[in-house]
C-alpha cells in the first residue's frame, strides 16, 4: 500500500464512520495471516484536534500496519516499524499509557464497550499496542483470532 492508496482507504473509511463505532479502513495479509485495520471516530477527532489527520505521518503509521503483529517481536526493540504490545508495567508511565489505558481502556464510556460489542469479545482478549511509524504511533486494540487479526484504531502519539 503506498500513500495515495491509504488516503484513499481512510477517507473511505472515514464515510462510513457515522453509522457505527468503528470500521474496517484496510486489509493486508503477512505470513498467511490477514489484518482487518480499523479506524474509530475517536481516532479522527483526536488526529483533527492535533492537526494530523490525513497527514504524511499519519498515513505512513497506517499503511505500516501491512507488517503485522509478531508474538516473537511483541514487544519493540526501538527504531522498528510494525505493531508492538504496551503493557501497563512499563516504567515511567509515558503519553501512550496514559491515552490508551487511562482514557480509552479504564475509562466508562469511552467507546471500548462498542468494540467488545461488536468483536463479540471480552475485555481480557484485547490486546493495547501501538502501531509505530518514525514520526507517529497510532494506538489501538488488536483482538488476535484464530486465522485473523483485527486492529482497532482509537488515538495517536507523536510525541519524540
Known amino acids: 500500500m503506498n500513500l495515495e492508496e491509504a488516503?484513499?482507504?481512510i477517507e473511505s473509511a472515514e464515510r462510513k464512520l457515522r453509522s457505527t463505532g468503528f470500521v474496517v479502513a484496510a486489509t493486508f495479509e503477512r505470513d498467511g495471516r490477514r489484518?482487518?485495520?480499523?479506524?474509530?471516530d475517536s481516532l479522527r477527532r483526536s488526529c483533527r484536534k492535533g492537526r494530523t489527520w490525513k497527514t504524511k505521518p499519519f498515513l505512513t503509521a497506517f499503511?505500516?500496519?501491512e507488517y503485522g503483529f509478531d508474538d516473537k517481536r511483541a514487544r519493540s526493540p526501538g527504531g522498528s516499524d510494525g505493531i508492538f504490545?504496551?503493557?501497563?508495567?512499563?516504567?515511567?508511565r509515558n503519553d501512550m499509557m496514559?491515552?490508551?489505558?487511562?482514557r480509552y481502556l479504564d475509562?466508562?464510556?469511552?467507546?471500548v464497550s462498542d468494540v467488545l460489542d461488536q468483536l463479540g469479545i471480552l475485555a481480557d482478549e484485547l490486546i493495547p499496542v501501538?502501531?509505530?511509524?518514525?514520526?507517529?504511533?497510532?494506538?489501538?486494540?488488536?483482538n488476535r483470532r484464530d486465522a485473523k487479526d483485527?486492529?482497532?484504531?482509537?488515538?495517536?502519539?507523536?510525541?519524540k
Do not use: W
Open 130 to 142: 501501538r502501531l509505530v511509524s518514525h514520526h507517529m504511533r497510532l494506538l489501538g486494540v488488536l
Open 63 to 65: 499503511k505500516n500496519a
Open 7 to 9: 488516503s484513499q482507504a
Open 107 to 111: 475509562r466508562p464510556n469511552s467507546g
Open 98 to 102: 496514559k491515552k490508551l489505558f487511562d
Open 35 to 40: 489484518i482487518d485495520v480499523c479506524i474509530t
Open 85 to 92: 504490545e504496551i503493557t501497563r508495567g512499563h516504567k515511567p
Open 150 to 159: 483485527v486492529l482497532v484504531l482509537v488515538d495517536y502519539d507523536d510525541t
